[in-house]
């Protein structure tokens, strides 16, 4: 069977929702944990924050300057 069908109906899906998608305005995931009120139900969520700054990742978050973070380390 032909790729074309598929990616034709992709495709058609794709524009449907771009509109939408483009109209999109998230939040900035904030990394600095001082920045929120944190529970012990967001142990999950703290250590993701963790990993993605240990990575380095800035697309899609707020991060945290070094100076801020090393006090973090510290507690």
Request: aromatic share 10%.
């Amino acid at each position: 069977m032909p790729d074309e069908p598929f990616i034709e109906f992709q495709d058609t899906i794709f524009y449907q929702d771009l509109d939408i998608v483009q109209s999109q305005n998230p939040e900035l995931l904030p990394l600095d944990f001082q920045a929120e009120l944190h529970l012990k139900s967001d142990a999950l969520t703290i250590a993701y924050r963790k990993w993605l700054n240990e990575l380095g990742v800035e697309n899609g978050t707020n991060p945290i300057q070094d100076e801020v973070w090393k006090k973090v380390l510290v507690k």
